[in-house]
């Protein structure tokens, strides 16, 4: 569920509502996209739909204020994103259906439409719907799974060899490309951060005030140098300090106390 609310937060917000087909608009195929199809005739692209998703997402969370449960507010928020994307994109998926097999996917966190190899002919189709808002070329990368082609046993422990998190001789290495230490709220936010989605991706009705209290149980003391600048109102050695905080967090301890309050 926490993958929802992180992806909420990159929401394309479209305008407009679902209407039926209509005379092509120019330029709706991007520049980009026309080049490719001229060179290759075929091209994997990305269809936005002209639809009001802000609309959408201000109606459901009038809804969803009432509601105390973090598991139910999100379904209700991705229910109704995902139908609002179903009806608006009923045209073209329609339109694929009367194609030769193709492979597509709907996005319906963007009210989106991937379609792999598409034609210049089934373009022109696509762009002759007056709910399609754009077509471009799809910036998705593929991601593939390596073991069939690995000579190496595939077990849960990575096998005793540099890699690239790892110092060692690798051209690429940590080590050799001198990888830049940071530290500061600079560095700890986006880490806090990343722990608690693991925390809600575990346990979704986990509130606010219980997620700060697990964050403070699960740190663990840091060793500090002397500096000039030792913000001395509070010892080094207690905690929370003006120098650690409350300490490094450990976010395999914090998933640990997130399950305990299951």
Not at 102 to 114: A, F, G, P
Request: contains cysteine; glycine residues 4%.
């Amino acid at each position: 569920m926490s993958q929802i609310c992180v992806a909420l937060l990159i929401i394309y917000l479209f305008q407009n509502s679902f209407r039926s087909n209509a005379t092509p608009v120019p330029g709706k195929v991007t520049p980009e996209l026309k080049q490719i199809i001229q060179e290759k005739q075929v091209a994997d692209i990305m269809v936005s739909f002209d639809v009001p998703s802000s609309a959408t997402l201000e109606k459901i969370s009038m809804k969803t204020k009432a509601i105390n449960n973090r598991a139910e507010k999100l379904t209700m928020i991705s229910d109704a994103l995902e139908n609002q994307s179903l009806t608006s994109q009923k045209g073209a998926l329609e339109l694929l259906k009367s194609e030769k097999p193709l492979k597509s996917r709907v996005l319906w966190i963007t009210n989106q439409l991937s379609v792999k190899e598409a034609s210049g002919a089934l373009i022109d189709k696509l762009t002759a719907l007056d709910e399609v808002m754009e077509i471009d070329v799809d910036p998705s990368i593929e991601v593939f799974d390596p073991v069939s082609n690995s000579s190496v046993p595939q077990l849960n422990n990575a096998p005793p060899r540099s890699r690239n998190s790892k110092f060692g001789q690798l051209t690429y290495g940590l080590e050799t490309i001198k990888v830049p230490e940071m530290s500061g709220t600079s560095m700890a936010t986006p880490h806090v951060s990343g722990v608690v989605a693991l925390l809600l991706s575990k346990n979704p009705n986990l509130k606010n005030e219980e997620i700060w209290d697990i964050l403070i149980k699960s740190t663990e003391p840091v060793t500090l140098t002397d500096t000039k600048d030792q913000c001395e109102s509070i010892p080094l050695d207690k905690y929370p300090n003006n120098r650690a905080g409350y300490g490094r967090i450990n976010a395999l301890t914090a998933i640990s106390n997130g399950l305990e309050m299951c």
